[in-house]
T-cell receptor, first 113, second 114 residues
Framework: AQSVTQLDSHVSVSEGTPVLLRCNYS??????LFWYVQHPNKGLQLLLK??????LVKGINGFEAEFKKSETSFHLTKPSAHMSDAAEYFC???????????FGAGTRLTVKP | DSGVTQTPKHLITATGQRVTLRCSPR?????VYWYQQSLDQGLQFLIQ???????AKGNILERFSAQQFPDLHSELNLSSLELGDSALYFC?????????????FGSGTRLTVV
């Protein structure tokens, strides 16, 4: 069975500085990996997804993530944080064809002015 | 607007009562998933339907049930409500039975049991 671990429950950065949200996964098969963002009192929005194509995945709002099989990681990065990036971020792993999508516990990103 | 519509947005009810949450998936999506999000449990998968049939069950209580109708909308029924059922309930949809393509989430129904 697959699982995902988000290594930081809370990350705080200053506006304009880089963002790094860390995610490690475990999967028996070739995984599909996703990052979702949840703003306060909102639903979850898909930021980006990896499904066995290019290992560097670009998403919306300037975010990107790199799939590293040797490290079983799928860290989310952004070169320069914006105040609007403050939200909860979820890393998700699934097998390509099954119905089991496993969410991480989430990382709360705070952006300081 | 994600294309997944959930109603109502907010619901306040008393313990012991029964409520129904409704979800209309994105146009063309056949799969509907229900999730519960609470502060202590995080995001928990409840149940999935694909084209009217139950496909997968997660941590869904026996007091909870769901169905997907021929027009593909889905309802989640919660009965004998307890204080601990207070949570955000999300519906998500996808175009295929498998999830390799990601979900589209609705904005959720916030249930408060008093």
């Amino acid at each position: 069975a697959q699982s995902v671990t988000q290594l930081d429950s809370h990350v705080s950065v200053s506006e304009g500085t880089p963002v790094l949200l860390r995610c490690n996964y475990s999967s028996s098969y070739s995984p599909s990996l996703f990052w979702y963002v949840q703003h306060p009192n909102k639903g979850l929005q898909l930021l980006l997804k990896y499904t066995s194509a290019a290992t560097l995945v670009k998403g919306i709002n300037g975010f990107e993530a790199e799939f590293k099989k040797s490290e079983t990681s799928f860290h989310l990065t952004k070169p320069s944080a914006h105040m609007s990036d403050a939200a909860e971020y979820f890393c998700v792993v699934s097998d390509l064809w099954n119905n089991d999508m496993r969410f991480g516990a989430g990382t709360r990103l705070t952006v300081k002015p | 607007d994600s294309g997944v519509t959930q109603t109502p947005k907010h619901l306040i009810t008393a313990t012991g009562q029964r409520v129904t949450l409704r979800c209309s998936p994105r146009s063309g999506d056949l799969s509907v998933y229900w999730y519960q999000q609470s502060l202590d449990q995080g995001l928990q998968f409840l149940i999935q339907y694909y084209n009217g049939e139950e496909r997968a069950k997660g941590n869904i209580l026996e007091r909870f049930s769901a169905q997907q109708f021929p027009d593909l909308h889905s309802e989640l029924n919660l009965s004998s409500l307890e204080l601990g059922d207070s949570a955000l309930y999300f519906c998500a949809s996808s175009s295929r039975q498998g999830v390799g393509y990601g979900y589209t989430f609705g904005s959720g129904t916030r249930l408060t049991v008093v």
